[in-house]
Structures are given as C-alpha cells and as structure tokens.
C-alpha cells in the first residue's frame, strides 16, 4: 500500500516511509496527511502522511515532495 495515499502529480515527486507495524488480512486501514510545507516559487508541497490501522495507530508513517508542472 505503501504511500499511494498520494495523488500522483505530472511533476518530479518523492516519497519516504517506515513501515513500523503490520497489516493483517481484512483489517481495515485508513490513510491521510497534511501539508507542513508551500513553496510557490518552485510549485512544491511538502507533506506529511501516514497509514493508520483500526486502533488507529500510525503504522506508515511518511513524507512526500509533490512537484507540480
């Protein structure tokens, strides 16, 4: 599932994650984030995102540069 949470943009992008715990079969997860950094000068976002399980504990946590053309 990695971090497909993102919605793929037509520019440069990059991800980073951690995958701290595991998903079981059936279990239902739940992913998001938000944007801790603009740069509109360089049509950049910094975000931070996770995967969160049904304990809702964060069980990929992440980072993404989105790059916009």
């Not at 975000?47 to 790059?67: H, Q, S």
């Amino acid at each position: 599932m990695r971090l497909q949470c993102c919605v793929k943009s037509k520019g440069d992008s990059t991800f980073q994650y951690s995958n701290r715990k595991a998903a079981y079969i059936g279990e239902k997860l739940r992913s998001g984030g938000s944007v801790i950094e603009r740069d509109v000068e360089n049509r950049e976002v910094k975000l931070e995102v996770y995967i969160k399980n049904e304990a809702n504990d964060v069980i990929v946590p992440g980072t993404a540069t989105v790059r916009f053309d």
